[in-house]
Protein backbone atom coordinates (compact mmCIF):
# COMPACT_ATOMS: atom_id res chain seq x y z
CA UNK A 1 0.00 0.00 0.00
CA UNK A 2 0.93 3.68 -0.82
CA UNK A 3 2.07 5.38 2.50
CA UNK A 4 1.86 8.84 1.24
CA UNK A 5 0.01 11.23 2.40
CA UNK A 6 -2.75 12.56 -0.13
CA UNK A 7 -3.43 16.73 -0.46
CA UNK A 8 -6.53 17.19 -2.17
CA UNK A 9 -6.15 20.48 -3.85
CA UNK A 10 -8.77 22.86 -4.52
CA UNK A 11 -8.34 24.76 -7.56
CA UNK A 12 -5.84 22.56 -9.02
CA UNK A 13 -6.00 24.25 -12.13
CA UNK A 14 -5.31 27.86 -11.08
CA UNK A 15 -2.81 29.58 -9.74
CA UNK A 16 -2.60 28.92 -5.87
CA UNK A 17 -3.61 25.71 -6.21
CA UNK A 18 -1.56 25.12 -8.89
CA UNK A 19 1.66 26.03 -7.04
CA UNK A 20 0.64 23.35 -4.25
CA UNK A 21 0.58 20.95 -7.02
CA UNK A 22 3.63 21.46 -8.81
CA UNK A 23 5.26 21.85 -5.33
CA UNK A 24 4.15 18.09 -4.70
CA UNK A 25 5.00 16.91 -8.17
CA UNK A 26 8.69 18.37 -7.77
CA UNK A 27 9.38 16.71 -4.45
CA UNK A 28 8.86 13.13 -5.22
CA UNK A 29 10.23 12.08 -2.10
CA UNK A 30 8.64 14.04 0.48
CA UNK A 31 5.58 11.34 1.49
CA UNK A 32 2.92 13.25 -0.05
CA UNK A 33 1.43 13.31 -3.14
CA UNK A 34 -1.37 15.69 -5.16
CA UNK A 35 -4.70 15.13 -5.79
CA UNK A 36 -5.69 17.50 -7.81
CA UNK A 37 -9.40 18.53 -7.47
CA UNK A 38 -11.19 20.46 -10.75
CA UNK A 39 -14.78 20.67 -12.03
CA UNK A 40 -13.38 19.02 -15.64
CA UNK A 41 -10.58 16.25 -15.97
CA UNK A 42 -10.96 16.68 -19.15
CA UNK A 43 -9.59 19.98 -19.69
CA UNK A 44 -6.23 20.67 -21.35
CA UNK A 45 -4.34 21.99 -17.95
CA UNK A 46 -6.46 18.98 -15.81
CA UNK A 47 -4.62 16.74 -18.63
CA UNK A 48 -1.57 18.17 -17.66
CA UNK A 49 -1.82 17.60 -14.26
CA UNK A 50 -2.47 13.94 -14.71
CA UNK A 51 0.46 13.59 -17.17
CA UNK A 52 2.72 15.09 -14.99
CA UNK A 53 1.57 12.36 -12.36
CA UNK A 54 -0.96 13.89 -10.32
CA UNK A 55 -3.93 12.05 -9.28
CA UNK A 56 -6.82 14.12 -10.73
CA UNK A 57 -10.48 13.87 -9.83
CA UNK A 58 -13.52 16.07 -10.55
CA UNK A 59 -15.51 17.98 -7.66
CA UNK A 60 -17.49 21.43 -7.51
CA UNK A 61 -17.10 23.42 -4.43
CA UNK A 62 -20.69 24.77 -4.94
CA UNK A 63 -21.40 20.22 -4.58
CA UNK A 64 -20.57 18.94 -1.13
CA UNK A 65 -21.26 15.27 -2.18
CA UNK A 66 -18.47 15.77 -5.39
CA UNK A 67 -16.30 17.44 -2.57
CA UNK A 68 -16.56 14.59 -0.05
CA UNK A 69 -15.77 11.84 -2.23
CA UNK A 70 -12.71 13.67 -3.42
CA UNK A 71 -11.82 14.38 0.16
CA UNK A 72 -11.97 11.18 0.77
CA UNK A 73 -8.81 8.90 1.93
CA UNK A 74 -6.81 12.12 1.84
CA UNK A 75 -4.62 13.28 4.72
CA UNK A 76 -4.96 16.65 4.25
CA UNK A 77 -6.67 19.40 1.68
CA UNK A 78 -5.94 22.91 0.62
CA UNK A 79 -9.20 25.01 0.45
CA UNK A 80 -9.35 28.26 -1.46
CA UNK A 81 -12.84 29.83 -3.15
CA UNK A 82 -13.28 32.20 -6.49
CA UNK A 83 -14.82 35.30 -5.51
CA UNK A 84 -13.71 36.57 -9.44
CA UNK A 85 -15.45 34.01 -10.97
CA UNK A 86 -18.97 35.19 -8.94
CA UNK A 87 -18.37 38.38 -7.30
CA UNK A 88 -20.24 37.08 -4.53
CA UNK A 89 -19.49 37.25 -0.60
CA UNK A 90 -22.22 34.74 0.01
CA UNK A 91 -21.08 31.81 -2.38
CA UNK A 92 -17.80 32.21 -1.14
CA UNK A 93 -19.24 31.27 2.35
CA UNK A 94 -21.41 28.90 1.05
CA UNK A 95 -18.13 26.97 -0.91
CA UNK A 96 -15.99 27.36 2.55
CA UNK A 97 -19.40 25.39 4.59
CA UNK A 98 -19.34 22.69 1.71
CA UNK A 99 -15.42 22.10 1.73
CA UNK A 100 -15.63 22.01 5.74
CA UNK A 101 -18.37 19.87 5.87
CA UNK A 102 -16.47 17.45 3.33
CA UNK A 103 -12.99 17.45 5.28
CA UNK A 104 -14.88 16.88 8.45
CA UNK A 105 -16.67 13.76 6.60
CA UNK A 106 -13.35 12.74 5.15
CA UNK A 107 -11.52 13.40 8.33
CA UNK A 108 -8.91 15.23 7.55
CA UNK A 109 -5.83 15.64 9.76
CA UNK A 110 -4.71 19.22 8.03
CA UNK A 111 -6.39 21.55 5.95
CA UNK A 112 -5.34 25.02 5.25
CA UNK A 113 -7.34 27.63 4.04
CA UNK A 114 -6.62 30.33 2.16
CA UNK A 115 -8.20 33.20 4.03
CA UNK A 116 -8.02 37.09 4.22
CA UNK A 117 -8.86 39.61 7.10
CA UNK A 118 -12.40 40.28 7.46
CA UNK A 119 -11.71 44.73 7.71
CA UNK A 120 -14.62 45.20 9.37
CA UNK A 121 -12.77 43.87 12.60
CA UNK A 122 -10.49 47.50 11.41
CA UNK A 123 -12.84 49.30 10.09
CA UNK A 124 -16.53 48.50 10.86
CA UNK A 125 -19.94 49.08 8.76
CA UNK A 126 -20.08 52.44 10.56
CA UNK A 127 -16.45 54.14 9.54
CA UNK A 128 -17.45 55.88 6.37
CA UNK A 129 -13.82 56.43 5.48
CA UNK A 130 -14.61 53.89 2.87
CA UNK A 131 -18.24 53.37 1.47
CA UNK A 132 -20.26 50.27 2.70
CA UNK A 133 -20.67 47.62 -0.64
CA UNK A 134 -23.34 45.14 -0.82
CA UNK A 135 -25.43 45.95 2.31
CA UNK A 136 -22.67 44.39 5.01
CA UNK A 137 -19.15 44.73 3.73
CA UNK A 138 -16.17 46.91 3.04
CA UNK A 139 -13.68 44.68 1.37
CA UNK A 140 -16.17 41.97 0.19
CA UNK A 141 -13.89 39.61 -0.96
CA UNK A 142 -11.80 40.23 1.99
CA UNK A 143 -14.63 40.52 4.45
CA UNK A 144 -16.21 37.02 3.18
CA UNK A 145 -12.85 34.68 3.24
CA UNK A 146 -11.97 36.44 7.41
CA UNK A 147 -15.85 35.34 8.10
CA UNK A 148 -15.65 31.92 7.07
CA UNK A 149 -12.73 31.46 9.23
CA UNK A 150 -15.06 30.51 11.87
CA UNK A 151 -16.51 27.46 9.51
CA UNK A 152 -13.46 25.69 10.89
CA UNK A 153 -13.45 26.29 13.57
CA UNK A 154 -16.42 25.93 14.66
CA UNK A 155 -16.46 22.39 13.25
CA UNK A 156 -13.18 21.72 15.10
CA UNK A 157 -11.35 21.15 11.93
CA UNK A 158 -6.67 20.83 12.32
CA UNK A 159 -6.70 24.20 9.87
CA UNK A 160 -3.96 26.71 9.84
CA UNK A 161 -5.35 29.62 8.20
CA UNK A 162 -3.49 31.37 5.23
CA UNK A 163 -3.18 34.51 4.57
CA UNK A 164 -2.22 35.51 1.02
CA UNK A 165 -0.91 38.33 -0.48
CA UNK A 166 -1.49 39.96 -4.05
CA UNK A 167 -0.22 38.57 -6.60
CA UNK A 168 2.20 40.08 -8.52
CA UNK A 169 0.81 38.03 -11.44
CA UNK A 170 -2.08 40.45 -11.46
CA UNK A 171 -0.04 42.33 -13.57
CA UNK A 172 -0.15 40.10 -16.19
CA UNK A 173 -4.07 38.82 -16.30
CA UNK A 174 -6.01 40.96 -13.96
CA UNK A 175 -5.73 44.14 -15.23
CA UNK A 176 -2.85 45.79 -12.83
CA UNK A 177 -0.27 46.38 -15.75
CA UNK A 178 1.41 50.09 -16.41
CA UNK A 179 -0.45 51.45 -19.05
CA UNK A 180 0.43 54.78 -21.23
CA UNK A 181 -1.04 57.99 -19.76
CA UNK A 182 -2.01 61.04 -22.26
CA UNK A 183 2.26 62.13 -22.37
CA UNK A 184 3.03 58.14 -23.66
CA UNK A 185 4.48 57.24 -20.70
CA UNK A 186 3.31 53.73 -19.15
CA UNK A 187 1.88 54.85 -15.43
CA UNK A 188 2.00 51.86 -12.67
CA UNK A 189 -1.51 53.27 -10.75
CA UNK A 190 -2.06 52.17 -6.88
CA UNK A 191 -4.11 54.20 -4.62
CA UNK A 192 -1.99 53.68 -1.66
CA UNK A 193 0.54 56.81 -1.74
CA UNK A 194 3.71 56.02 -0.11
CA UNK A 195 2.56 52.50 1.67
CA UNK A 196 3.72 49.17 1.54
CA UNK A 197 2.12 46.78 -0.64
CA UNK A 198 2.97 43.05 0.60
CA UNK A 199 2.99 40.75 -2.82
CA UNK A 200 3.90 37.84 -3.91
CA UNK A 201 4.57 35.41 -7.10
CA UNK A 202 1.33 33.53 -7.08
CA UNK A 203 2.85 30.19 -7.54
CA UNK A 204 4.83 30.73 -4.04
CA UNK A 205 1.58 30.63 -2.05
CA UNK A 206 1.29 26.91 -3.07
CA UNK A 207 4.91 26.21 -2.44
CA UNK A 208 4.82 27.82 1.11
CA UNK A 209 1.34 26.07 1.98
CA UNK A 210 3.26 22.70 1.06
CA UNK A 211 6.15 24.00 3.77
CA UNK A 212 3.16 24.15 6.06
CA UNK A 213 1.43 20.70 5.09
CA UNK A 214 5.47 19.42 5.32
CA UNK A 215 5.81 21.11 9.02
CA UNK A 216 3.02 18.19 10.39
CA UNK A 217 0.61 19.98 13.30
CA UNK A 218 3.04 23.09 13.74
CA UNK A 219 0.85 25.54 12.35
CA UNK A 220 -2.35 23.62 13.16
CA UNK A 221 -4.80 26.16 14.79
CA UNK A 222 -2.32 29.38 13.78
CA UNK A 223 -2.83 32.60 11.12
CA UNK A 224 -0.18 32.76 9.03
CA UNK A 225 0.84 35.20 6.75
CA UNK A 226 3.05 35.03 3.85
CA UNK A 227 4.63 37.69 0.97
CA UNK A 228 7.53 37.59 -0.92
CA UNK A 229 8.46 41.32 -0.05
CA UNK A 230 6.67 44.34 0.99
CA UNK A 231 7.08 47.19 -1.49
CA UNK A 232 5.39 50.78 -2.52
CA UNK A 233 4.20 51.69 -5.08
CA UNK A 234 7.07 53.92 -6.35
CA UNK A 235 9.27 50.84 -5.74
CA UNK A 236 7.25 49.01 -7.80
CA UNK A 237 7.18 50.79 -10.78
CA UNK A 238 11.05 51.30 -10.37
CA UNK A 239 11.47 47.84 -10.88
CA UNK A 240 8.91 47.64 -13.47
CA UNK A 241 11.10 50.14 -15.06
CA UNK A 242 14.47 48.25 -14.87
CA UNK A 243 12.59 44.75 -16.07
CA UNK A 244 10.56 46.89 -18.84
CA UNK A 245 13.85 48.92 -20.36
CA UNK A 246 11.32 52.27 -20.32
CA UNK A 247 10.19 54.92 -18.08
CA UNK A 248 7.41 53.59 -15.77
CA UNK A 249 5.77 56.50 -13.56
CA UNK A 250 3.96 55.81 -9.93
CA UNK A 251 0.58 56.86 -10.26
CA UNK A 252 -0.33 57.39 -7.37
CA UNK A 253 -4.17 57.73 -6.91
CA UNK A 254 -6.32 57.97 -3.91
CA UNK A 255 -8.96 55.02 -3.07
CA UNK A 256 -12.07 57.55 -3.72
CA UNK A 257 -10.77 57.67 -7.67
CA UNK A 258 -9.26 54.24 -7.64
CA UNK A 259 -13.35 53.11 -7.02
CA UNK A 260 -14.70 55.15 -9.34
CA UNK A 261 -12.43 53.02 -12.05
CA UNK A 262 -16.23 51.64 -12.85
CA UNK A 263 -14.39 48.03 -13.87
CA UNK A 264 -16.11 45.50 -12.08
CA UNK A 265 -14.77 45.19 -8.55
CA UNK A 266 -13.28 48.56 -9.01
CA UNK A 267 -14.93 49.59 -5.27
CA UNK A 268 -13.95 46.64 -3.44
CA UNK A 269 -10.63 46.71 -4.46
CA UNK A 270 -9.84 50.22 -4.02
CA UNK A 271 -11.53 49.94 -0.65
CA UNK A 272 -8.89 46.48 -0.21
CA UNK A 273 -6.27 48.92 -1.09
CA UNK A 274 -7.08 51.74 1.10
CA UNK A 275 -7.14 49.48 3.81
CA UNK A 276 -3.80 48.05 3.18
CA UNK A 277 -2.28 51.51 3.22
CA UNK A 278 -4.57 52.87 6.39
CA UNK A 279 -3.27 49.79 8.28
CA UNK A 280 0.15 49.39 6.81
CA UNK A 281 1.16 48.09 10.06
CA UNK A 282 -1.14 45.19 10.52
CA UNK A 283 -1.37 43.89 7.14
CA UNK A 284 2.52 43.83 6.48
CA UNK A 285 2.66 43.17 10.02
CA UNK A 286 0.75 39.63 9.09
CA UNK A 287 2.60 38.53 6.70
CA UNK A 288 6.30 38.12 7.37
CA UNK A 289 8.84 37.70 4.54
CA UNK A 290 11.53 36.02 6.52
CA UNK A 291 8.48 33.49 7.85
CA UNK A 292 7.72 32.54 3.92
CA UNK A 293 11.18 32.06 2.98
CA UNK A 294 12.03 29.11 5.66
CA UNK A 295 8.54 27.62 4.69
CA UNK A 296 9.85 28.03 0.87
CA UNK A 297 13.62 28.51 0.62
CA UNK A 298 13.02 29.49 -3.50
CA UNK A 299 10.19 32.24 -2.51
CA UNK A 300 10.52 34.77 -5.32
CA UNK A 301 11.67 38.84 -4.71
CA UNK A 302 9.38 41.20 -7.32
CA UNK A 303 12.59 41.84 -9.71
CA UNK A 304 13.07 37.91 -9.70
CA UNK A 305 9.52 37.53 -10.25
CA UNK A 306 10.05 40.54 -13.27
CA UNK A 307 12.79 38.59 -14.93
CA UNK A 308 11.14 35.46 -15.19
CA UNK A 309 7.67 36.94 -16.53
CA UNK A 310 8.04 40.76 -17.73
CA UNK A 311 7.53 39.21 -21.43
CA UNK A 312 4.12 38.30 -20.25
CA UNK A 313 2.88 41.54 -19.10
CA UNK A 314 0.48 43.19 -21.49
CA UNK A 315 1.47 46.37 -22.85
CA UNK A 316 -0.02 48.42 -24.85
CA UNK A 317 1.72 50.00 -28.21
N1 LIG B 1 -5.40 37.96 -7.30
C1 LIG B 1 -4.85 38.19 -6.11
O1 LIG B 1 -3.95 39.02 -5.95
C2 LIG B 1 -5.31 37.41 -4.93
C3 LIG B 1 -4.60 37.55 -3.74
C4 LIG B 1 -5.04 36.84 -2.61
C5 LIG B 1 -6.16 36.03 -2.69
N2 LIG B 1 -6.83 35.93 -3.88
C6 LIG B 1 -8.01 35.06 -3.92
O2 LIG B 1 -7.70 33.91 -4.65
C7 LIG B 1 -8.94 33.28 -4.98
C8 LIG B 1 -8.80 32.58 -6.31
O3 LIG B 1 -7.75 31.67 -6.29
P1 LIG B 1 -6.83 31.47 -7.57
O4 LIG B 1 -6.28 32.79 -7.99
O5 LIG B 1 -5.89 30.37 -7.28
O6 LIG B 1 -7.91 31.04 -8.64
P2 LIG B 1 -7.76 30.87 -10.22
O7 LIG B 1 -6.34 30.93 -10.66
O8 LIG B 1 -8.73 31.80 -10.84
O9 LIG B 1 -8.17 29.36 -10.44
C9 LIG B 1 -9.32 28.90 -10.04
C10 LIG B 1 -9.40 27.43 -10.45
O10 LIG B 1 -10.35 26.86 -9.59
C11 LIG B 1 -11.29 26.13 -10.29
N3 LIG B 1 -12.66 26.47 -9.89
C12 LIG B 1 -13.37 27.57 -10.17
N4 LIG B 1 -14.61 27.47 -9.64
C13 LIG B 1 -14.66 26.27 -9.03
C14 LIG B 1 -15.66 25.59 -8.31
N5 LIG B 1 -16.89 26.08 -8.16
N6 LIG B 1 -15.38 24.36 -7.81
C15 LIG B 1 -14.16 23.81 -7.99
N7 LIG B 1 -13.18 24.42 -8.67
C16 LIG B 1 -13.42 25.63 -9.18
C17 LIG B 1 -11.02 26.36 -11.76
O11 LIG B 1 -10.59 25.14 -12.25
P3 LIG B 1 -11.48 24.16 -13.17
O12 LIG B 1 -12.07 25.01 -14.25
O13 LIG B 1 -10.43 23.20 -13.63
O14 LIG B 1 -12.49 23.55 -12.27
C18 LIG B 1 -9.86 27.34 -11.84
O15 LIG B 1 -8.78 26.91 -12.63
C19 LIG B 1 -9.99 34.38 -4.98
O16 LIG B 1 -10.98 34.09 -4.03
C20 LIG B 1 -9.21 35.63 -4.63
O17 LIG B 1 -9.94 36.51 -3.80
C21 LIG B 1 -6.42 36.57 -4.99
Redesign the pocket.
Known amino acids: MDARKIIAV ?2 A ?5 GGLVSAILNDPDSGFIARA ?4 VN ?1 P ?2 KELADRGAEVVA ?4 DVKTLKEAFQGAYGAYC ?6 HFSPEKELSGVRAMAEAAQHAGLQHVIW ?1 T ?1 EDTRRWVPLTDDRMPTLMGNYKVP ?1 FDSKGEADRVFTDLGLPTTFLL ?4 WD ?1 LIN ?1 GMEPKKGADGKLAFTLPMGDKKLPGIA ?1 EDIGKCAFGIFKKGSEFIGQTMGIAGEHLRGAQMADALANALGQEVIYNAVTPEVYRGFGFPGAEDLGNMFQFKADFQEVFCGARSVEFSRKLNPVLQTFDQWLSQNKTRIPLEG
Open positions: VGTGAQGITRDSKAADIDVTFFWESLHTSFYNFA
